[in-house]
Each structure stands twice: as structure tokens, then as C-alpha cells.
């Protein structure tokens, strides 16, 4: 199990792809908290999946007159596959040289 925290913070070149960014969307948005809970498991000693669920909440102004602002509240659910290579022990070796 982990939890994770962060901050969602925007840019101003995201992409929306059900409206028209450039005429309806001043993309005027804000930072804010990140949040999220996963719970993995191994089935294999090199092979692992982990299914999580987030959510965060971001705001943004539409270019009307007035402008309108719009809360939207984001719950990702996630599910990943993870793969593990057997290196062995890594060991750190000095050479010393003779001078």
C-alpha cells in the first residue's frame, strides 16, 4: 500500500480536446492538492502490478464576458504493470593506481 501527495500545478499549453482552447478557454488556471492510494502486488518475484485512485481538483475561466470560472474535480484511476530485471548484487570496487 502507499499513499502519495502532491500539487497539481497546470500549464498554459494543455490540451482539451472537447472545446476550442483558443477562443473559449483563457486556460486561467490554479494550483492545487494532489492525492492518491494504490495497493500493489507481487505474483511473481519479477513481476508486480499496483492499482491506485487519485483525485484533484483544478479551475479554469472561460473567455466570456464576464469571464466564468469552472471547478473540475479529476478521479484517475490507475492500473499498472510492473516488471522487475534480476540484476544481482550491484558491488562498488575501488581501483587504486600507483604513482
Given at each position: 500500500?502507499?499513499?502519495?501527495?502532491?500539487?497539481?500545478?497546470?500549464?498554459?499549453?494543455?490540451?482539451?480536446?472537447?472545446?476550442?482552447?483558443?477562443?473559449?478557454?483563457?486556460?486561467?488556471?490554479?494550483?492545487?492538492?494532489?492525492?492518491?492510494?494504490?495497493?500493489?502486488?507481487?505474483?511473481?518475484?519479477?513481476?508486480?502490478?499496483?492499482?491506485?485512485?487519485?483525485?484533484?481538483?483544478?479551475?479554469?475561466?472561460?473567455?466570456?464576458?464576464?469571464?466564468?470560472?469552472?471547478?473540475?474535480?479529476?478521479?484517475?484511476?490507475?492500473?499498472?504493470a510492473k516488471a522487475f530485471i534480476p540484476a544481482g548484487p550491484i558491488r562498488h570496487s575501488v581501483i587504486r593506481r600507483s604513482g
Amino acid at each position: 500500500m502507499v499513499l502519495k501527495g502532491g500539487i497539481y500545478s497546470p500549464s498554459a499549453t494543455f490540451d482539451l480536446g472537447n472545446i476550442n482552447v483558443s477562443s473559449t478557454f483563457d486556460a486561467n488556471t490554479k494550483t492545487g492538492f494532489d492525492g492518491e492510494i494504490a495497493f500493489g502486488h507481487f505474483f511473481l518475484p519479477t513481476f508486480a502490478m499496483e492499482m491506485g485512485i487519485g483525485y484533484f481538483k483544478g479551475t479554469g475561466s472561460f473567455a466570456t464576458t464576464p469571464p466564468q470560472a469552472r471547478d473540475f474535480n479529476v478521479i484517475p484511476v490507475i492500473l499498472s504493470a510492473k516488471a522487475f530485471i534480476p540484476a544481482g548484487p550491484i558491488r562498488h570496487s575501488v581501483i587504486r593506481r600507483s604513482g
